[in-house]
Each structure stands twice: as C-alpha cells, then as structure tokens.
T-cell receptor, first 112, second 112 residues
C-alpha cells in the first residue's frame, strides 16, 4: 500500500513561477525524501529531510516537514523548463528492514 | 562510476515465458531493491536485499524471484510471465537502509 500521497496529481505553471507540491503519509518515519523522474528515465534523489528537521534547502528547492500533520511540501522557486518532470515523495520507516515507500507522484509541467 | 545499470531497456515477452532482468551497481552498496512502476500507482516494492545472500519480499513479490550472490548484482526473475506483469521495472541501490536510493534507467517490459 502507498505510504505517501502527493497533491496535486498534476500541476502546470509558467516558467519563472514557483511550484509547490505536497506529500501526506500515514505512519511514523525516520526521514522523507523527494525524487524527480524525467520522462522515460529513472528516479533521481533531490533532498532528504529527517523526522527531527522542519525545513531544508538545496539550491532552488525548499522542503518542509510537519510530523504532527504527517505532511511535507516541496517548493521549487523560479521554475525552469528543465524542471518539467514527475516528483515523488518517499518515506523511510523508523525501524526494521522495510525499504522506502513511494507516493504516486505529481506531474509538473513548466510552460515556457 | 556507472552507478546502477539495468539490462535490457526494453523487452517483449509472450505469456508463460520466463526471463531475467539484470541489475548491477558499482558503488559497493549493501542495499538493493526492485520496484515496478505502473500508471497512477507510483513505485511498488517487489523484492529487496540487505546484503549478499540475504533477500526479502516487498509489497508485490508474487511471480518474481531474486537472488543476491554478490554485492554488485541483483537479478530479478520472472518465472512465467503474465500480462499483469507489463510494467516498467526499476532497480535501486543505497548505501544504508534509510539513505538516498540510486536508480537504474529502468526496463520497460510488455507481456503479450
């Protein structure tokens, strides 16, 4: 079963605007990760935020985590055409050998 | 470093045929996983391994076998292909149990 659910499922914005996508999950986590997938390619890791962190930045990416609401958001600032891709959140459990559990993704289209 | 290499990139099988999807990584990662990606369903874990000689089932293991005889290789075997196994398959490796995952480029499998 899916642990994470991204919202919205699809998002189209003009180049230069900011894009925000959200992820909700159901159970406790060790960390939450965001990945990008370009069409026909494998997933690429973007950023990892631990359960005791609230915000993290990497270049034009800003990720927030609210463990009380079991939700995270990914903000891409000053979007570019190259940001067109699907974005997935993945949660890592706090214990055991279980692996990452991925959400269903947000399809982001940047309009030049 | 090549990272994670999957072969083949595309494959068409007839119902009932068997085949092996190859996955190799050159990063000396202990953890390797196989996912399948279907439209609207995100990535679902098939099998994973926490080291050579150790494998375990994920969310959707039926119809698939794995083995891990070396750290580098983690092949996925389809025993008797069915149309429901039509999907895109991704292999991933990671240095730790809850760290970022590195993905291969995927194998697009069609079962007719």
């Amino acid at each position: 079963s899916q642990q994470g659910e991204e919202d919205p499922q699809a998002l189209s914005i003009q180049e230069g605007e900011n894009a925000t996508m959200n992820c909700s999950y159901k159970t406790s986590i060790n960390n939450l990760q965001w990945y990008r997938q370009n069409s026909g390619r494998g997933l690429v890791h973007l950023i990892l935020i631990r359960s005791n962190e609230r915000e993290k930045h990497s270049g034009r990416l800003r990720v927030t985590l609210d463990t009380s609401k079991k939700s995270s958001s990914l903000l891409i600032t000053a979007s570019r055409a190259a940001d067109t891709a699907s974005y997935f959140c993945a949660t890592a459990p706090p214990f055991g050998n279980e692996k990452l559990t991925f959400g269903t993704g947000t399809r982001l289209t940047i309009i030049p | 470093n090549a990272g994670v290499t999957q072969t083949p990139k595309f494959q068409v099988l007839k119902t009932g045929q068997s085949m092996t999807l190859q996955c190799a990584q050159d990063m000396n990662h202990e953890y390797m996983s196989w996912y399948r990606q279907d439209p609207g369903m995100g990535l679902r874990l098939i099998h994973y391994s926490v080291g050579a000689g150790i494998t375990d089932q994920g969310e959707v293991p039926n119809g698939y076998n794995v083995s891990r005889s070396t750290t580098e290789d983690f092949p996925l075997r389809l025993l008797s292909a069915a149309p429901s196994q039509t999907s895109v398959y991704f292999c991933a490796s990671s240095p730790g149990l809850r760290t970022e995952a590195f993905f291969g480029q995927g194998t697009r499998l069609t079962v007719v």
